[in-house]
């Protein structure tokens, strides 16, 4: 299954063990949860039952009446200078930023959304009081939908606008109408992306620790980015960025849900500072379904104006975004990203775009691994199966005579990015050798024997890694940079500290780190700490999510390693007595050229520019560099997926029997971590081909709360699977990395969805919708019959 | 998913675990259903009495015409025990089919019949070779079919103060298996099919179709009169009233009763 051998000990490219496995293996992992803080109480928040609903009153005598219950906070008791902060304002858009208050004032607008804090002794206490919370509800209109929330006559989620609409983009190239005007022919698509949950192993849960004498705070928190915590947390609470401590634990998993600020850390500091004693919440796994993000959740339209051979000369996308009942972090911004995306891998110069996003009564969408780029994927991956459906081509030639063309870059795209390399075509060619796609027919016909279909799918993506520029980010209006920073420290027994802004929880930062320091200075892996995650020692740094923490960190860390080298040389010229250009670089010393003798290694220079003794003139002791980097352009990573699938016609079952992927992320720094990353990123886009849905009713209430309802893959439900890769590296960095973080989930749907259209196209079949569960399938193959 | 406050005792013989369930407490066996209530609160105890050191609870024998299953054996055990793969296979593969590992490992026969979860896979296997179950109370044992034994959603014949202690499969159903459509590897059948081929003729019984276990009519009989393995599939969904979810419509699921009941019947034959 993987491409590469297993090894221990080594530089960039070896597919090194990871060095922070052990502790989790071990069960010596410590996340919030293991936590213990003296005096510390326990929070549990009572939540709305209802999807919309009118808050008259709030009886909190019974629950603090139970013995080991220390008080009841609602929104008019617990203090906040501001609601819930959106960082995500795209230009142009006129998006609407409703308030999010910590706790209900008089209304709520979605099942989940907290109303009051009950503190106990501990969780189970706590739990108890919540049932004794009296909250007088008067139940409103809701809608859930968001095409019908954006319908004329929709019940309103906020009373204070005329309309759901929460932001429109619009993006039209000139010379459109002209171009779709003259095309041959006009396909046309809809498709949905269902909404889904990220779902993290580990829950969120954060501890708040409010000194009264000082006004110091501190929050332990479960999050992908720890000093945008911090920073939020001052405004919020109202104190000064400078006496907030955020500290991030071990983190069991984020895919984006835990890429924003959230109620609970603000609702948990303002607790403890009005309880004089640390408040713990940790979230349980019914609540994370309504209280953490959701992903996704888009309905596209697409029109695509053809000549005979297929090729796109020109594209329409209209499309809604759910976002939810407010704006958390980033949610404007997630379909932003998808506009960008549109046009995919393809020279599409002739665009127009809408993009409208419409409040709803549902829990808020946001970043969810991929992050608006899957979206963009699974629709222009399905609308080239359905123009080659249509026009009686091959998939294949399709795409190809579509492809931005190797010599076309750097490209600019008709959404306004810059591509910085790539080459489609290999990727397809591999990927098609690989899965045997010549070879398909006749598997197909053994299937047909026995009773099944089966068909071929191809997701050729292109995805945006590396966020981001930082005139970038202030362009599209997030209010957030997106350099990063790192520092490299070296000890005078020559063994080195890394201090890295990015906030791996699960990624496996460490190691890959320890790789290029290995690389870059000849300080042996197992001698490199990685350190993270407490903005009391570090810089600012800007976290993980993206795909950026190679990209953009790593480049820091190869920036500030690359200073480190060079003051080293000038110390190693003092002490050999040369000029620094007498020196050359073995990979762990610098020697006089030519004479192996006359060395310094590394670590003898460390120990030397701390003891400080012999120091050329203006040069500072002591080895150690910090490099705040801002990258230049985002990096566009890319592949081919192959996926081939069984459907059992009897009962709509759809089984993924092959799958290949052959991605392009750049320079690897650990081909084994990278398999990692595509594997888990595959195995997430088949949860949303197959099985995953979040569902709300008609009332507002959520359908699928728990994981009875709620489908995520286990390992027992994985695909057999070919990965491979080619290397095209980016230009962008001096490493020539690009990111796999989310190619994975990014490229699978498609594949896996475009795969069992191909089966049942037979029976006439042209779409279908995720999940691809058993009964929709099923009847799917009766209507095509009938 | 966080339970409320409760007792908890561990029982180390029937009379104790009787004792304690006549004062107010539920029988806790492998958890594996129990527990998920109770953290979602949908089952809220006052007082658990633990059957798990019950050691005359576990256990596979044979009695006379029977196999005598008691009512802690787990999952797992069922599934691997060469009695009841001989006797009575049906029952064995359901087993073997639960959940996860982890789950077979914990979760008990008495347990799923007790539950009388609708989309159980034990009571449709037990179903469909005319099993019954021993129940004891404070007045002594009594017997009762599993037919008569699950009423309704999630609810049985016990009283109060009963607990199962054996579960009874009757010999002569080795020709006989068991069909499960699910999801995921780990997933509740969405519907599953026993058959088992006995001299009296086809019995066939279905969990997913409707509040309980139900026994597959419209196939025994279309079957039993002599009509052809296809006819028997479409006339299986016959008189069964599931619901329609986020499964599957009625309709669908009434098919699949069919299409489980025809690979459930080729596969008893073997
Ligand atoms: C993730 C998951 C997947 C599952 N998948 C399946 C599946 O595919 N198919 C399937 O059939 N089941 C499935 N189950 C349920 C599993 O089979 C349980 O083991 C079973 O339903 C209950 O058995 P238990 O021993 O765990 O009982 P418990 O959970 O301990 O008890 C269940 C109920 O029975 C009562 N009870 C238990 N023993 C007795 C007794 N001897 N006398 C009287 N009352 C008693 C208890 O008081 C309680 O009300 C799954 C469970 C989980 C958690």
């Known amino acids: ?786 | 998913m966080i339970p409320s406050t409760l007792e908890y005792t561990k029982a180390t013989s029937i009379d104790e675990a009787i004792a304690a369930v006549q004062a107010g407490a539920r029988p806790l066996a492998g958890g594996q259903s129990l527990l998920p209530m109770m953290r979602l609160r949908l089952a809220a105890p006052g007082a658990v009495v633990d059957l798990g050191g019950v050691a005359e609870l576990v256990g596979v024998c044979e009695d006379g015409d029977e196999i005598a299953v008691g009512a802690m054996t787990t999952h797992r055990a069922v599934a691997a025990d060469p009695l009841i793969g001989e006797h009575c296979r049906v029952v064995a593969q359901a087993a073997s089919g639960v959940g996860s590992l982890v789950i077979r490992g914990r979760g008990t026969i008495g347990g799923s019949l007790a539950h009388a979860d609708p989309h159980g896979d034990l009571p449709a296997a037990i179903l469909a070779v005319g099993g019954s179950v021993i129940a004891r109370g404070p007045g002594g044992e009594r017997r009762i079919e599993i037919g008569d034994l699950i009423t309704s959603y999630l609810t049985t014949s016990l009283a109060d103060d009963e607990i199962i202690t054996q579960v009874r499969l009757p010999k002569g159903n080795a020709q006989s298996a068991y069909a499960k459509f699910h999801r995921r590897a780990i997933d509740w059948s969405i519907v599953g099919v026993g058959v088992a081929i006995g001299p009296d003729g086809v019995r066939a019984a279905a969990t997913g179709v409707g509040d309980k276990p139900a026994r597959v009519t419209g196939f025994e009989a279309a079957l039993n009169g002599g009509a052809s393995l296809d006819e028997a599939a479409a006339a299986a969904g016959d008189g069964l009233d599931p619901s329609s979810d986020l499964d599957g419509s009625a309709e669908y699921k009434r098919h699949l009763v069919g299409v489980l009941a025809k690979r459930a019947y080729l596969e008893a034959q073997g």
Not at chain 1, 148 to 169: C, E, K, R
Not at chain 1, 285 to 308: F, K, L, W
Request: negative net charge; proline residues 6%; glycine residues 10%.
């Open chain 1, 1 to 786: 299954m993987a491409t590469v051998e297993r090894k221990t000990g080594g530089g960039i490219g070896e597919a090194v063990l990871r060095k922070e496995d052990r502790k989790f293996v071990t069960g010596e992992g410590r996340y919030v949860d293991d936590l213990r803080l003296p005096g510390m109480l326990h929070a549990v928040f009572v939540r709305s039952p209802f999807g919309h609903a009118k808050v008259k009153g709030i009886d909190i005598a019974a629950a603090e009446a139970l013995p080991g219950v220390h008080r009841v906070l609602t929104h008019a008791t617990l203090p906040a200078e501001t609601g819930v902060l959106c960082a995500s304002n795209p230009p142009g858009s006129d998006v609407r930023q409703p308030e999010q208050p910590l706790l209900a004032r008089d209304e709520v607008r979605y099942v989940g959304e907290p109303v009051a804090i009950v503190i106990a002794d501990d969780r189970y206490i706590a739990r108890d009081g919540a049932d004794l919370v009296l909250v007088d509800y008067d139940p409103l209109p809701v809608v859930c939908d968001a095409e019908a929330a954006l319908a004329d006559g929709a019940p309103l989620v906020h009373s204070g606008y005329p309309d759901n609409a929460a932001a429109t983009l619009v993006h039209e190239t000139e010379g459109f109408a002209e171009a779709m005007q003259g095309a041959a022919r006009t396909v046309e698509l809809r498709v949905v992306n269902q909404r889904v949950t990220p779902m993290p192993m580990e829950t969120r849960g954060c501890i708040g620790d409010w000194q009264q004498a000082t006004g110091e705070v501190t929050l332990y928190t479960s999050t992908q980015v720890a000093h945008f915590v911090r920073t939020f947390i001052s405004f919020v609470c109202g104190t000064s960025e400078a006496k907030v401590r955020v500290v991030t634990p071990d983190v069991g998993g984020g895919f984006g849900a835990k890429l924003n600020t959230y109620r609970e850390e603000f609702a948990v500091c303002s607790a403890s500072r009005v309880m004089g004693v640390p408040v713990k919440w940790i979230e349980d796994r019914s609540e994370n379904a309504v209280a953490t993000i959701h992903g996704r959740d888009q309905v596209q339209y697409y029109t695509a104006g053809v000549d005979e051979s297929g090729r796109i000369v020109a594209l329409k996308f209209d499309a809604i975004q759910n976002n939810g009942a407010y704006h958390q972090l980033l949610t404007p911004t997630i379909s932003h990203l998808t506009v960008f995306m549109v046009p995919g891998c393809y020279d599409i110069q002739n665009i127009s775009i809408r993009m409208r996003q419409a409040f709803t009564n549902t829990t808020p969408t946001d970043a969810y691994r991929g992050a608006g780029r899957p979206e963009a994927t699974h629709g222009i991956e399905r609308l080239m199966d359905a123009i080659a459906d249509d026009l009686g081509l091959d998939a294949a030639e399709v795409r190809r005579v579509n492809f931005i063309q190797p010599e076309q870059f750097p490209y600019s795209s008709s959404t306004g990015l810059v591509y910085d390399s790539g080459d489609y075509d290999t990727t397809l060619d591999e990927a098609l050798r690989l899965a045997d796609y010549a070879g398909f027919a006749a598997r197909r016909a053994a299937s047909e024997a026995n009773g099944k279909h089966r068909g071929i799918g191809l997701s050729t993506y292109v995805e945006v890694c590396g966020l981001a520029p930082s005139a970038v980010t202030a362009a599209i209006g997030v209010g957030a940079p997106g350099w990063e920073h790192s520092t490299v420290r070296l000890h005078p027994t020559g063994k080195a500290t890394v201090i890295t802004g990015t906030s791996p929880h699960g990624q496996g930062h460490a190691t890959s780190w320890s790789q290029i320091v290995q690389t870059e200075l000849g300080i042996p892996f197992e001698d490199v700490e990685v350190i993270h995650g407490d903005t009391a020692f570090q810089p600012y740094g800007l976290g993980t999510y993206g795909s950026r923490s190679l990209a953009v960190g790593g480049v820091a860390l190869h920036r500030s390693l690359g200073k480190v080298r060079e003051k080293a040389r000038e110390i190693a010229a003092n002490l050999l007595e040369c000029s620094v250009d007498d020196l050359e670089w073995t990979g762990t010393s610098w020697q006089v050229k030519g004479s192996p003798d006359r060395a310094k290694t590394i670590q003898e220079l460390a120990g030397a520019a701390w003891a400080a003794s012999s120091m050329p003139e203006g040069v500072e002791p002591v080895l150690e560099a910090t490099t705040f980097h801002d990258p230049p352009n985002f990096t566009f990573p890319f592949g081919t997926h192959v996926c081939e699938v069984e459907i059992d016609p009897e009962t709509g079952r759809v089984e993924v029997v092959n799958y290949t992927a052959v991605d392009d992320c750049g320079n690897v720094i650990n081909p084994m971590i990278v398999d990692g990353q595509v594997h888990g990123g595959i195995i997430q886009g088949l949860g949303q081909a197959l099985y995953e849905e979040t569902v709300y009713g008609e009332d507002g209430q959520m359908l699928t709360p728990t994981l009875v309802e709620y489908l995520v893959p286990s390992a027992a439900d994985v695909p057999p699977m070919t990965l491979a890769r080619t290397t095209t590296p980016s230009p962008s960095n001096p490493m020539g990395v690009k990111g796999i973080g989310e190619a994975g989930t990014i490229a699978a749907s498609a594949a896996i969805v475009n795969a069992a259209v191909d089966a049942l196209s037979g029976l006439g079949v042209r779409h279908l919708e995720m999940p691809l569960q058993p009964a929709r399938v099923w009847n799917v193959i009766q209507e095509a019959k009938s």
